[in-house]
């Protein structure tokens, strides 16, 4: 009965995580159409737009950060192969417990000073400090949003890792998890 809880767990947020992740992949052409039009209006039409460069941060922000926890799923992140990759498969289960529970607790710190922060951004109405100065908020709120799809995604794979450890089992048959 765990294990069938824990599967709906984390087949759940994959879905979850791997609908945002791969929905983000949708930003990269709109992000070099922006870019592409601020390149050609400056030095074309010789008349630079005003929020060209505003926008391509915070695309390229939305990308990164909602994007991290599909690479977290995809095992894409930098790992210290050089040991990793020398040791025993439970004691690579026991290096992830460690360094998930640690980027965890990361992410909830994150996720704690995001609210703040946008408590902050709404109550005085913070702009970019930009010519075209727009709100903030959204900034945030993604923020939070990013923080908290990695958080379940590093739970999700904290959980696999833990119930291999106690059972010696996978959650997982190869090929089942989706």
């Known amino acids: 009965m765990i294990a069938t809880l824990l599967r709906g767990y984390v087949l759940s947020v994959q879905f ?3 609908l945002i992740g791969q929905s983000m992949a949708w930003f ?3 992000l070099a159409l922006v870019v592409a039009f601020e390149v050609f ?3 074309v039409l010789n008349s630079p737009t005003i929020w060209a460069y505003d926008l391509s941060l915070f695309i390229f922000a939305y990308i990164a950060a909602l994007g ?8 894409a992140h930098i790992n210290v192969d050089i040991l990793y ?3 025993s498969e439970r ?3 026991v290096f992830n417990l460690l360094t998930y529970a640690l980027a965890f607790y990361f992410m909830l710190v994150l996720i704690d000073i995001s609210v703040d922060k946008l408590i902050e951004a709404i109550k005085f109405n913070y702009r ?3 010519e075209w100065a727009p709100h903030m908020h959204h900034f945030w709120v993604m923020m ?3 923080g908290s799809l990695m958080a379940l995604q590093l739970l999700a794979q904290w959980l696999e890792d833990l119930y291999s450890l106690i059972s010696g089992r996978d959650l997982f048959e190869a090929g089942e998890e989706s």
């Open 16 to 18: 979850i995580v791997r």
């Open 144 to 146: 939070i949003t990013a």
């Open 85 to 87: 990759l020398k040791v």
């Open 41 to 43: 209006a400056r030095y």
């Open 68 to 75: 991290g926890a599909y690479a977290q799923q995809r095992r």
């Open 28 to 30: 990269v052409p709109v």
């Open 91 to 93: 004691t690579r289960r």
């Open 128 to 130: 970019r400090q930009s």
